[in-house]
């Protein structure tokens, strides 16, 4: 099976300059039912003025119903720009307090940052199979994209079918 059939991909939030807004309250939750892992990857050019947050909520459908808080303690940084060429793609695992991870000005400028989870980590027992990322930018330009990866699909099908995974975005 070609890696392209393995995952679904959503781009959440496209680039966009993060100045003082909320992201994520507006957008319909993705749905994971059908895979069992998943990454949030958010994508960060400059970070000015003031620090962002990030925070991720699970739900029983994309629509929103029981919304409430997604526990994360773990969130890995890729610099871009980290000087040494060798480095730019190392991901250091850097540790979440409270469910909630600060952008901080000018320190996370060129970032890539993933959340990466397990389906069980959500509270699948009563029907919460859905996620969303939200962040709430900080007073000054803050240019971020946030995309969605879901991937091991739960059911495998033929491998010339793009079409036999479950979309994130439909829970039919």
């Known amino acids: 099976m070609r890696l392209v059939q393995n995952r679904r991909m959503w781009m959440f939030r496209p680039p966009i300059d993060g100045n003082g807004a909320t992201y994520g309250g507006d957008k319909q939750f993705a749905c994971l039912r059908g895979f069992t892992d998943f990454v949030i990857h958010f994508f960060f050019g400059n970070v000015a003025t003031a620090d962002s947050t990030i925070t991720l909520k699970q739900a029983k459908n994309v629509g929103g119903s029981g919304a409430k808080e997604l526990a994360f303690d773990t969130i890995w940084l890729v610099k871009s720009d980290a000087g040494d060429p060798v480095d730019q793609d190392k991901p250091v695992r850097t540790t979440v307090a409270a469910n909630s991870f600060t952008v901080a000005n000018a320190t996370h400028d060129n970032h890539h940052m993933m ?26 330009a803050t240019l971020v994209a946030i995309v969605i990866e879901a991937y091991n699909p739960r059911y495998k099908g033929a491998e010339a079918d793009l079409n036999v995974f479950p979309s994130m975005l439909d829970q039919t």
Not at 117 to 124: G, N, P, R, T
Not at 125 to 133: E, L, S
Request: with cysteine; aromatic share 8%.
């Open 115 to 140: 959340v990466e989870m397990h389906a069980s980590q959500l509270d699948v027992q009563n029907g919460f199979d859905c996620i969303r990322p939200n962040f709430v930018g900080g007073a000054g």
